[in-house]
């Protein structure tokens, strides 16, 4: 399982010791999606902003590369995108955003 340390930074925890190990790359505050599935693979993203960027990070090797980039079709009033998740299959995406859209209206001679 995964989880965050005192600075937020993503570690694996074992369930069945008591040992943890730093996910490679991760930067504080970002989230973990989903493992692969034969648990090679971590999918995390860092949420915030107008765009998320879904990482792939090998744990065997390290290597972490962007997957997939979301944004809505119209970012007018976005403010915060997540969360993420994912299909086992990895071919569906679903997320969610926050919109907050108004009217301004200019009167004369009142």
């Known amino acids: 399982m995964t989880g965050w340390d005192a600075h937020r930074k993503l570690r694996i925890y074992s369930l069945r010791e008591d040992v943890s190990r730093a996910v490679p790359g991760a930067v504080g505050g970002e ?3 989903m ?3 034969d648990g090679s693979k971590l ?9 998320i960027t879904v990482f792939c990070t090998d744990l065997n090797s390290g290597e972490k590369t ?16 997540g969360p993420v998740v ?3 299959d990895l071919r569906t995406c679903v997320y969610s955003f926050r919109r907050s859209l108004a009217e301004m209206y200019l009167v004369d001679g009142l």
């Open 43 to 51: 999918f995390t993203y860092r949420p915030g902003g107008m765009a």
């Open 35 to 37: 493992w692969s599935a």
């Open 66 to 81: 962007p997957w997939k980039e979301i944004r809505p079709a119209d970012a007018s009033g976005v403010h915060g995108l």
């Open 86 to 88: 994912l299909s086992a």
């Open 31 to 33: 989230v973990s999606v």
